[in-house]
């Protein structure tokens, strides 16, 4: 996702070769977190049929889901934590700590849409023992809806009038009005269930003060031992877990830090790992190291993409309080759609995709991709400077000084462009600078480690949400087949700002009331046509507003060892999912 100044440079590629190439099998839970630039340790201390190991380049830093921003935060806690259910690669819904999946057809689904009543199943335990009832999820609403908590994870629930338990084992959720995105709530990894007797003492201003948040307690087939933010996490089977003789592992070791590169020889051609995440490396690196015959790639195109979000606000100006990318200031220069336009048609996808991505990746033009029926077909992508030349021209910065960037009223056209340590993102960047600079615009790039950017620490200002530059690159989209939440994240109310902890969403601040009264119109519509088409305008405005910039359609790229089975990929949760499935071959 973005980029940190103070803990990573951009490798160059011979650096990267040559970090990985010190790779050693000494895995150990002492170790210290490994930058980008440092090998990676791996522990061979357990019996190989008894530890899975699993090597993700960007280090998880919390295991409370509802106060994580970054990926690798939930894929840690989605091992522990559960949801009532989740969607398969198919888009079919998959019961979980749910006995079954409501439907008009059983009653659990209300016809005027405006409720919806899940059965749980009987006799889960907590991995401390204690019983798993409907109180648990009650509480979880309570927490995540509370404004003094700050949960990442809020605008999903803000549909919600009420949760109720109508027993131990059944829950009805109460909407303010007819619902038909009802399949959003406690679903997948943003809908993971937290223990009340856990969490009741810090459902407030204090919940990141909650021991859980490092040490949690779930009702997975894993229970978490040891937690070194930034560094690794250590699994041991939940001797409570409901389905016999699962999982197949006794332990599990989460290791992070590193770098993609090294993660993905780690799994393919030394085999030292059983899986490594999100291998954003240039395709015929990873054609190489698959060759070596000791794993495989997982590839599979979902909803997410790489893109490039525009800071509505003005990064270098502050507050009385000392908020930057404060909404009190609009950019000096992206509040002019022309501008906005120009950096678009500057920016050559073609060359992006081919060089660095391959069969991992494809060039798209909007945010909402899949499911099918959302992709738009009334957008269309452009590389043509000549365009991004004449339209900043027309809005009248001109190089006045013979420096080579454009200015006006004093003002000089230069962006802060920043991202997450990754070869391929620093890559990318200095495709977009070349041409960038080409039509006159100074561009400085900025590299943040991944633990840091993709961090929800409100104290860190090098975070996501803080967003203190004036475009950022990152991987996103809509974790749900339905993506009325993703699209939540583009409303005025849920900009990311100080006085909400930089908790919400809209880390580019675009607030456009004709956006929002369409986001109302649809948050409502039950007929699903008349609904499809309000979501796709919404997707056409932001692109025709030039509020993002859409690039690749980047699939998610796993390496697997070829002694585990079981992994089955969902485009709509964590790779983790699945855990208490895999097992050896």
């Not at 910039?549 to 070829?562: E, F, H, K, T």
Request: overall charge neutral.
């Amino acid at each position: 996702m973005t980029i940190f100044n103070n803990f990573s440079r951009i490798q160059i590629f011979a650096q990267s070769l040559l970090s990985i190439l010190l790779l050693t099998a000494c895995f150990s839970p002492n170790s210290q977190s490994p930058t980008a630039s440092t090998p990676i340790a791996i522990s061979n201390a357990s019996a190989a049929s008894n530890t899975l190991k699993l090597l993700y380049w960007q280090a998880p830093t919390i295991l409370n889901p509802h106060l994580a921003q970054g990926s690798k935060d939930f894929e840690a806690s989605r091992i522990t934590y559960e949801p009532l259910a989740s969607f398969d690669k198919e888009g079919k819904l998959v019961p979980f700590l749910a006995a079954e999946i409501p439907s008009l057809e059983n009653g659990g689904v209300a016809k005027d849409g405006k409720s919806v009543t899940w059965k749980l199943k009987q006799g889960v335990k907590w991995s401390d023992g204690k019983p798993f009832t409907a109180a648990d999820v009650v509480f979880t609403y309570q927490f995540v809806s509370n404004p003094a908590v700050g949960a990442t994870t809020a605008a999903n629930y803000q549909t919600v009038k009420s949760v109720e338990a109508l027993n131990d084992y059944t829950v009805k959720i109460n909407f303010q009005e007819p619902n038909p995105a009802w399949s959003l709530l406690f679903i997948s990894s943003n809908g993971s269930i937290i223990p009340r007797h856990i969490f009741e003492k810090y459902n407030g201003s204090n919940a990141r003060e909650a021991p859980a948040n490092l040490l949690p307690v779930g009702t997975g087939p894993y229970r978490v031992v040891d937690f070194k933010p930034g560094d690794i996490v250590i699994y041991e089977a939940n001797s409570f877990f409901r389905e016999a003789n699962k999982p197949f592992f006794k332990r599990v070791e989460f290791k992070g830090g590193g770098d993609a590169t090294s993660a993905a020889r780690a799994v393919l051609q030394t085999g030292d790992v059983d899986f490594a995440w999100k291998l954003q490396v240039e395709a015929p690196i990873l054609k190489q190291l698959e060759a070596a015959g000791k794993g495989r790639l997982d590839i599979s195109f979902g909803s997410y993409s790489e893109r490039i979000i525009i800071n509505q606000t003005d990064p270098n100006k502050q507050t009385k309080d000392g908020e930057r990318s404060s909404i009190e200031f609009p950019h000096p220069f992206f509040k002019d759609l022309k501008v906005r336009q120009a950096f678009n048609y500057a920016i050559d996808r073609d060359t992006i995709n081919q060089q660095l991505y391959g069969q991992t990746g494809r060039v798209v033009t909007n945010i909402l991709i899949a499911p099918d029926i959302y992709n738009s077909t009334n957008t269309k992508y452009e590389f043509d400077l000549k365009k991004a030349t004449t339209l900043l021209d027309e809005a009248g910065w001109k190089d006045t000084n013979g420096n080579g960037i454009r200015d006006k009223n004093g003002v000089e056209l230069k962006v802060l462009f920043q991202t997450s340590v990754n070869s391929v993102r620093q890559k990318t960047q200095e495709i977009i600078k070349q041409s960038l600079t080409s039509i006159g615009v100074g561009v400085e790039l900025k590299s943040i480690d991944s633990s840091i950017f993709f961090s929800s620490d409100p104290a860190n200002p090098d975070t996501l949400a803080h967003f203190h530059a004036d475009l950022q690159m990152f991987n996103g989209g809509n974790s749900n087949p339905d993506p009325g939440s993703s699209l939540k994240a583009w409303t005025c109310n849920e900009i990311s700002q100080k006085k909400n902890n930089w908790s919400k969403r809209n880390t580019s601040r675009y607030c456009n009331p004709e956006y929002d009264k369409l986001w109302q119109q649809s948050n409502t519509e039950l007929n699903p046509q008349q609904r499809r088409q309000l979501i796709i305008q919404m997707n056409d405005l932001l692109i025709k507003d030039q509020a993002v910039i859409p690039l690749i359609s980047r699939a998610d790229v796993n390496g697997v060892s070829n002694r585990i089975t079981g992994i089955d990929s969902t485009p709509w949760d964590d790779a983790t999912w699945n855990i208490k499935d895999w097992r050896l071959k």
